[in-house]
């Protein structure tokens, strides 16, 4: 059901280029796929867009995401409790949230990303104490934040001489 739900976040992505909107919305069905019980978690930041799946409308619940920075364009495949996962090809440092650069579909290590996303949805679960909180297949866009840089194609301010 909420796999199709995809029209705020292609707003929410339309200032990015093609190649990366295309990659972001392949890795968006890959986990979909993985984590077709949960929900969608939509933040639209000033400095980013991201989205994850949880099995409550929590973000402190979350299973993995993807994020793509605004200045930069890169795009992040992650884990919110990334470094409470066995991870034997170090996806990263970090305190608690872990990730890889995802450049390229054909280079995402699918294989390896599909069983930390089984762990990761484990450990998700065992976070949530109130069971009653589990709710499926929603699209939530949890904050839209007002943007510090224009968007692709919108008119640029002129400087005052």
């Given at each position: ?33 993985l984590?077709?019980?949960t ?6 930041n ?15 619940h979350?299973?993995?995401s ?5 200045s ?5 495949f ?5 470094s ?14 872990r990730?890889i650069?995802?450049?390229?579909k ?27 909180e589990?709710?499926?297949g ?10 510090k ?13």
């Amino acid at each position: 059901m909420s796999k199709e739900q995809a029209k705020d976040l292609l707003r929410f992505l339309k200032p990015f280029d093609k190649e990366i909107i295309e990659l972001v919305m392949w890795l968006r069905d890959f986990a979909w796929d993985l984590c077709p019980e949960t929900n969608e978690l939509i933040y639209d930041n000033y400095n980013a867009v991201a989205f994850g799946w949880s099995p409550t409308e929590r973000v402190g619940h979350t299973i993995c995401s993807i994020a793509v920075g605004r200045s930069s364009k890169n795009v992040h495949f992650g884990f919110y409790w990334g470094s409470e996962l066995p991870d034997p090809d170090s996806l990263g440092e970090g305190n608690q949230y872990r990730y890889i650069l995802v450049t390229d579909k054909k280079k995402f290590p699918k294989a390896y990303i599909k069983k930390l996303v089984n762990q990761a949805y484990a450990n998700s679960l065992s976070k949530v104490k109130d069971q009653r909180e589990i709710v499926h297949g929603k699209t939530i866009v949890k904050s839209v934040s007002e943007k510090k840089r224009p968007e692709k194609g919108a008119p640029r301010k002129k400087k005052k001489k």
